[in-house]
């Protein structure tokens, strides 16, 4: 005699929708750009303009804003990765859960996250007397993109791009556009600094 119970595979049980409770990962909270923005002033990294009217709304946790920064449809905002980790190094511990929650971007958050790695290395001497507390990014992602840890960090981020060019589908100068979110970032707080801002 058969079993009366129905038949279930495992792709109609993927795609039965889960309670909140049970879902593995938190839904990101719809943010706009504008917002992403405010949300990063907030916390000192003033990297984009066009925000300073929105106040943050502060429900974001760090997993969830660089989830967030890294599925942006903007280009720039995606790029504010980099001074927001060079800014909070502290939110290194949150990036593999970000890469959880937005598994879709998760070449941005590795890519990003690890350019930024060797923008550190490559700008020690002045983060240093930027920072108040300067602690050193781990190696997350080099094993994931199949890379070689080197010491030389241009070394490291001239073959970051080129394995970024070809994971993305978008031959760009990669290079180039992390140098131009560390340098424009740094220019900014050494300014600030001068000020006493």
């Known amino acids: 005699m058969q079993d009366s119970q129905p038949i279930v595979n495992e792709?109609?049980?993927?795609?039965?929708?889960?309670?909140?409770?049970e879902t593995p990962f938190r839904r990101l909270p719809r943010i706009n750009n504008a917002q992403l923005v405010a949300e990063?002033?907030?916390?000192?990294?003033?990297?984009?303009?066009?925000a300073r009217a929105i106040v943050p709304t502060g429900r974001l946790t760090p997993d969830q804003?660089?989830?967030?920064?890294?599925?942006?449809?903007?280009?720039?905002?995606?790029?504010?990765?980099?001074?927001?980790?060079?800014h909070r190094p502290d939110f290194a511990a949150y990036v593999r859960k970000a890469v959880q929650i937005a598994p879709d971007s998760q070449i941005f958050l590795k890519c990003y996250?690890?350019?930024?790695?060797?923008?550190?290395?490559?700008y020690r001497l002045r983060l240093e007397k930027l920072m108040e507390k300067y602690r050193s990014l781990p190696d997350l992602f080099s094993e994931d993109l199949e890379l070689h840890t080197v010491s030389d960090p241009d070394v490291?981020?001239?073959?970051?791009?080129?394995?970024h060019a070809?994971?993305?589908?978008?031959?760009?100068?990669?290079?180039?556009?992390y140098e131009h979110a560390a340098q424009r970032w740094l220019r900014h707080k050494e300014k600030r600094q001068l000020w006493n801002i």
């Not at 449809?73 to 990765?81: I, P, Q, T």
């Not at 996250?113 to 060797?118: G, I, S, V």
């Open 11 to 21: 792709a109609s049980e993927m795609s039965r929708t889960l309670p909140a409770s």
């Open 65 to 86: 804003l660089l989830a967030q920064l890294a599925s942006s449809d903007e280009a720039r905002v995606r790029l504010a990765l980099i001074p927001l980790l060079l």
């Open 40 to 50: 990063l002033d907030a916390l000192g990294v003033y990297f984009l303009c066009g």
């Open 156 to 163: 490291g981020l001239r073959m970051l791009a080129r394995r």
């Open 166 to 177: 070809l994971l993305s589908g978008k031959p760009i100068n990669w290079l180039g556009t």
């Open 113 to 122: 996250y690890t350019a930024t790695f060797y923008l550190q290395r490559k």
